[in-house]
């Protein structure tokens, strides 16, 4: 089984930045990507951003530009970086691990940009 928890969300002002990041336990063997998804209220779930198991990133429209995704291998944790936040970006950010076996998902942790 593989643990997921997430940190870094609270409250932020337009303009802003936070960082959030993710720490991964368990077995956590073939890790294939680690990154984040966000979720508003009747809407989908949506890619924020990726990064493989050989560093290769890849990020959502939304985010492009204003994030940056990065992950410490000794700590088994994945950072996201997020600049000029604006009340858009206010959602339910999910950290999500897939392995070569399965896909997992963390709790969540709640993103609010306002003034």
């Known amino acids: 089984q593989v643990q997921l928890v997430e940190s870094g969300g609270g409250l932020v002002r337009p303009g802003g930045s936070l960082e959030l990041s993710c720490a991964a336990s368990g077995s956590l063997f073939s890790i294939k990507a680690m990154g984040w998804y966000r979720q508003t209220p009747g809407k989908e779930r949506e890619l924020v951003a990726f990064?493989?198991?050989?560093?290769?990133?890849h990020y959502g429209d939304s985010v492009k530009g204003r994030g940056t995704i990065s992950r410490d291998d000794a700590k088994n944790t994945v950072y996201m970086r997020m600049n000029s936040l604006k009340a858009e970006d206010t959602a339910v950010y999910y950290c999500?691990?897939?392995?070569?076996?399965?896909?997992?998902w963390g709790q969540g942790t709640q993103v609010t940009v306002s003034s």
């Open positions: 999500h691990l897939i392995t070569f076996q399965d896909q997992y």
């Open positions: 990064i493989t198991s050989n560093g290769l990133t």
